[in-house]
């Protein structure tokens, strides 16, 4: 029997809830992200936006450049991940399989739940309803037999989309689709598969399975099964509270260990703000690198303590990469992750020696004080020296794509 998998997506998250939040926002084009001045990138922005051409992930100051009249907003997290929670509560009053993606994004499955709440695109649409109703914004849904079919589909049509995608229908679907709405497919895997001749997922499909092993290695099968719409992959409902993690892939590939150690220390500032968040520690630390052939080693290490403290985040993250010769090739992607979450084992032994634990209190009262200066001022407010050269980095990097 076909599963029935709905994947939802509220529309530009952040943007939204800042037009929520404040009315006098509403129909004006909003950009959630860093300083329009500095280096950083868009992060959310309306749809009012886009029509000036601006993205996510952009340059900030191309935005800037081709939207000036636009409102520019630091990133409020805490608020986000409040509205979130609201969103989060209503799905799973349908069924208990969601899997959150990000803040803004889960995975239902609804196959058991048509026998009490009717059939899944009904119960899609009184979500929907409920959201709007309930939380004021607006997301866009897809519904198919597996997850990849069901993320594909939300992203059709939005904003506010609603498609569906049935064993019937899928070959239609995908067929001229570009290669680049498949899950994980990126811009260089995109341009290798396009020196292959291969543009659409319509013509991934008549590729024979062992020229893309031979080309992408293991992920050259993905790309064989989720080309013919296979993805077996269930919804499962912990994935986010299992691991907080944070990736970045490089404009331009690189070896320069320096750099990459820049960005390792920006990641797990990321990430220790968003454990913090969640009130999250945890003791398993990954490192995650791929490298420009698309190779992907990850590294883990088990602490004795669990921690949110970006300081030991990083360190051991560091210690890792080295012992995984991250300089030795060029990097394209780097990623670090925390997982092994301590939530009910009582707190906590002294990580510094007996005398050091006054120390560790300093430093968790600081990280909250910093995070709290952060989440009203925005993240410019309080920068680190390293921080400040990394995004020099990346915008060098901007400039010579
Ligand atoms: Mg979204």
């Known amino acids: 029997m076909a599963r029935k998998i709905m994947h939802i997506d509220m529309d530009a998250f952040y943007a939204a809830v800042e037009q929520l939040d404040n009315p006098e926002l509403r129909g004006k084009p909003v950009i959630v992200g860093a300083d329009p001045c500095g280096r950083g990138v868009v992060s959310t922005c309306s749809y009012e936006a886009r029509r000036f ?16 009249q636009g409102v520019y907003l630091p990133p409020r997290g805490g608020r986000y991940a409040q509205i979130s929670r609201q969103i989060m509560n209503i799905l799973s009053q349908y069924t208990s399989l969601v899997e959150p993606l990000s803040l803004d994004e889960a995975f239902l499955d609804l196959t058991a739940s048509e026998s009490l709440f009717g059939p899944a695109e009904d119960i899609a649409r009184q979500i929907v309803a409920k959201i709007e109703t309930e939380v004021g914004l607006s997301a866009s849904v ?21 498609v569906i995608i049935t064993n019937e229908n899928m070959e239609s679907v995908l067929e001229n689709l570009p290669v680049s709405k498949i899950w994980g497919v990126g811009p260089k895997t995109e341009a290798a598969l396009k020196e292959l001749g291969i543009h659409t997922i319509g013509l991934l499909c008549k590729v024979e399975l062992d020229v893309l092993t031979g080309r992408f290695g293991e992920s050259g099968e993905d790309l064989y099964c989720l080309a013919r719409g296979i993805d077996e992959r269930p919804v499962s409902p912990d994935e986010e509270a299992k691991s907080i993690g944070h990736e970045l892939t490089f404009q331009t590939d690189t070896g320069d260990r320096q750099f990459l150690s820049g960005v390792l220390l920006w990641l797990a500032d990321q990430v220790a703000r968003r454990l913090r968040q969640y009130q999250l520690q945890g003791r398993v630390i990954t490192v995650k690198i791929r490298d420009n052939n698309f190779k992907t080693i990850t590294r883990r290490t088990t602490i004795p303590v669990a921690t949110d403290f970006e300081e030991i985040i990083y360190r051991e993250g560091h210690k890792l990469a080295e012992q995984a010769n991250w300089g030795g090739k060029k990097v394209r992607l780097i990623g670090i992750s925390v997982s092994g ?31 709290q200066l952060r989440e009203r001022f925005g993240d410019q407010i309080i920068t680190k020296g390293t921080i400040m050269q990394v995004q020099k980095r990346m915008g060098q990097d901007d400039k010579t794509r």
């Open 53 to 68: 051409g601006v993205r996510s992930a952009m340059p900030i100051r191309e935005a800037f450049r081709r939207c000036p």
């Open 341 to 371: 979450f301590a939530k009910d084992e009582p707190v906590q032994l002294d990580l510094f020696g007996e005398s050091g634990s006054e120390n560790e209190d300093a430093l968790g009262k600081l990280h909250q004080t910093v995070d």
């Open 142 to 162: 897809g519904i198919a037999p597996n997850k990849f079919l069901a993320k594909l589909a939300s992203d059709l049509k939005k904003p506010k989309g609603f």
